[in-house]
């Protein structure tokens, strides 16, 4: 790990809600694991005057600041609260008075993972991910955990951790990442591979059992260097047909973690998040990591 990516280690943007005390509770957990230590980030956007236009306060009103102590008094309680003794990692607070969104992908650049809460506060209720969180998961530098509040955010340590292998950078990437988890958490890792991105398999001109025997090689040739450095992983090889995202959601449902890359192998270099990563930080009830190359 780079020296830069030690300063936040894991590093979890704070604002209060639901969503953010249960992404402080996984990135506890997370810190842990990784012997790392725990950021606590919360952002204070700015106010903007009417005269002259557009002028920014350059200093946070004390009103801001009575509220951004007391979120961040709150996120370090729930953070210590949800770890034991000398399991606890150190915990760090840190407020930025700036805009968000800018702020937390800059400070990706000097973590070693970013999380986020799927929604905070003034989401629409019909969103399915807030703004925060869907502009980290596309522009971060390092891996984002998107958290999800209730009772499906909580780790089962008896469930396993699920990846997505389609053999591109992205993919790589979020395999290696997966072995890491899975083997930190003593768990299972489902491998699961999809022949083909469209939602009907295409069977005209091609055979089927050549199809699956071309996954199998791409499975096998994917895992086998990571298998090899991680022998106490248990990996079960999953190989469906098509509409890898419908399989990884479905193989979610007896997850405690899925591991995604940023685009697949039908992204092109300008593209920010792929239709399979998309979905399943969408629709995903349970953490899910966004790897990109």
């Known amino acids: 790990m780079s020296a830069e990516a030690t300063k936040y280690g894991i590093l979890v943007a704070v604002d209060g809600s639901e969503e ?19 950021t606590l980030l919360h952002v204070v956007a700015p106010i903007v005057v009417g005269w002259p236009v557009g002028q920014l306060y350059k200093d946070m009103p004390d009103w801001q600041q009575d509220i ?40 990706s650049k000097q973590a070693q993972l970013v999380v986020v809460g799927s929604q905070g506060i003034g989401a629409l209720g019909r969103l399915l991910l807030g703004s925060v969180s869907s502009a980290l998961v596309q522009h971060a530098h390092c891996p984002v955990a998107v ?11 008896g469930k396993a951790v699920v990846v997505g292998i389609d053999g591109s950078p992205a993919s790589e990437a979020a395999t290696a990442l997966a072995f890491d988890e ?11 591979h999809a022949w083909s991105d469209v939602g009907v398999f295409p069977l005209l001109g091609m055979d089927p059992q050549d199809r699956e025997n071309l996954g199998q090689e791409v499975l096998a040739e994917r895992l086998a260097g990571w298998q090899e450095q991680y022998p106490d992983v248990h990996v079960e090889r999953s190989l469906v047909c098509d509409t890898p995202a419908k399989w ?3 193989a979610s449902e007896r997850a405690q973690l899925v591991v995604v890359g940023s685009r697949g192998r039908g992204g092109f270099p300008g593209m920010l998040l792929g ?3 998309s979905a399943v930080v969408h629709s995903a009830k ?8």
């Open 20 to 38: 953010s005390d249960a992404a402080v509770k996984w990135a506890t957990g997370e810190a842990t694991l990784h012997r790392a230590p725990l």
């Open 68 to 107: 951004a102590d007391s979120v961040v008094a709150h996120a370090r309680k729930t953070a210590l609260d949800s770890s034991e003794g000398s399991e606890r990692p150190e915990v760090r607070t840190e407020i930025a008075y700036a805009n968000a969104v800018s702020t937390l992908i800059e400070a």
């Open 147 to 157: 958290i999800r509040s209730g009772e499906d955010a909580e780790p089962d340590a």
């Open 182 to 192: 899975a083997s930190r958490r003593g768990a299972d890792l489902i491998a699961l």
């Open 248 to 250: 990884l959601l479905e």
């Open 275 to 277: 239709s399979v990563s």
């Open 286 to 293: 349970v953490p899910v990591i966004v790897v990109r190359s």
